[in-house]
């Protein structure tokens, strides 16, 4: 169980550039995926919706109700391309763990994963979620009312607040990343035992679909939920009602 | 978990994530954005067409079912106008028809009246003038009273038969 990653260290020479070279081949699988789905729902569009316009059109209606739940749409509508790209990236992210994992040999290095089942990964969509609610915050109030907002409802509560960024960053990642990892050890244990041979294949092989079926769900829950916080926290950011 | 922090996938998983939303922006759900906007527009102008069409179509019915009503009463009116004019013609020929015969009968009324007293005018003067002659014959022969008689009753059968 004791897997490891391939790590290329020192990229380009830099010292501190170490390079996951499993996260960026899944990143950019995932993102060739998501794209791939997204350009042929939408390359024959029409007046008249027809097989996967209807199913592209629904997510966009999807999304669109997300944002529209905590926030006007006027407002809103800016960050629908955000919304719709966090949504799909991250649940290509988290199901692409799910049917197979390829480790190499003999280095036991784990090439095939979830991307999302590292901290580093969740935890960068995390900060970079947070650092776009701040700047939306900051340019479509004005820095006075941003600001202003760390005095709210009390302006003793402004220690709060701030730890409050970062618990919310560090929450947003870290829900991400727990669960998906989660989901990758219980696979890779299932898989570990169903690989043991044999009575102990026929034991593993109801859990680990159990589990597989149980992961979809998860995958999907944990992106919804990384979408929707990300709108509940630039709605708070930018919206006026409080 | 790796034992350094790979900002490499930091930097990564940013610019694929930037990339990745101007691609999904350029070829996925801005012409999908696009298309539901317009088909909004497209279905709310073919809702208010199709309710201006209704309103036209009522406005037409009722035209109609006025020009309808109208001809109806308009027909109505022409038979009945018909009606009354035949029945007018009918009295006038029936009253023309009494009054030529009133007219005929007093004609001939009065035809008859003249013709008969043309016809006693005629034998009074007859009658004179058969007297005269009459008289002129007793006065010439001089005859007796039975012969006398006899000869005025001859005459007068005479008269009675030109008469």
Known sequence: ?242 | MPEVITWGDTIFAILTFAILLALLRKYAWGPVFNMMKEREEHIANEIETAEKNRQEAETYLEQQRQEVENARAEAREIVENSRKSGENQREDIVKQAHEEANRLKEDARLEIKREKDQAINEVRDQVATLSVLIASKVIDQQLDEQEQEQLIENYLKEVGEEL
Request: hydrophobic share 55%; with cysteine.
């Open chain 1, 1 to 242: 169980m004791d897997h490891g990653d391939p790590i290329y260290y020192e990229l380009f020479g830099i010292s501190w550039l170490h390079v996951n070279l499993s996260n960026i081949m899944m990143l950019t699988i995932s993102a060739v995926i998501v794209f791939s789905l997204c350009y042929f729902s939408a390359r024959k569009i029409s007046m008249k919706p027809t097989g996967m316009q209807n199913v592209f059109e629904w997510l966009v209606d999807f999304i669109k109700g997300i944002i529209n739940s905590t926030m006007d749409w006027k407002t809103g509508e800016r960050f629908f391309g955000l919304g719709i790209t966090i949504f799909l990236f991250i649940l290509v992210a988290n199901l692409i763990g799910i049917p197979f994992m390829i480790v190499s040999e003999p280095a036991h290095d784990v090439w095939w994963k979830s991307p999302t089942a590292d901290p580093i990964i969740t935890m960068t969509f995390a900060v970079m979620v947070i650092v776009l609610t701040h700047y939306y915050g900051m340019t479509m109030k004005g820095p006075k009312e941003y600001g202003k907002g760390f005095l709210r409802p009390k302006a003793f509560l402004l220690p709060l607040n701030i730890i409050e960024e970062f618990a919310n960053t560090l929450t947003l990642g870290m829900r991400l990343f727990g669960n998906l990892y989660a989901k990758e050890i219980l696979l890779a244990l299932l898989a570990g035992a169903g690989g043991a041979w044999g009575l102990s294949t026929l034991f593993a092989t109801a859990p680990m679909v159990a589990w597989q079926a149980f992961s979809i769900f998860l995958a999907t829950i944990q992106a919804f939920i990384f979408l929707m916080l990300t709108m509940v926290y630039m709605a708070h950011k930018v919206s006026d009602d409080h």
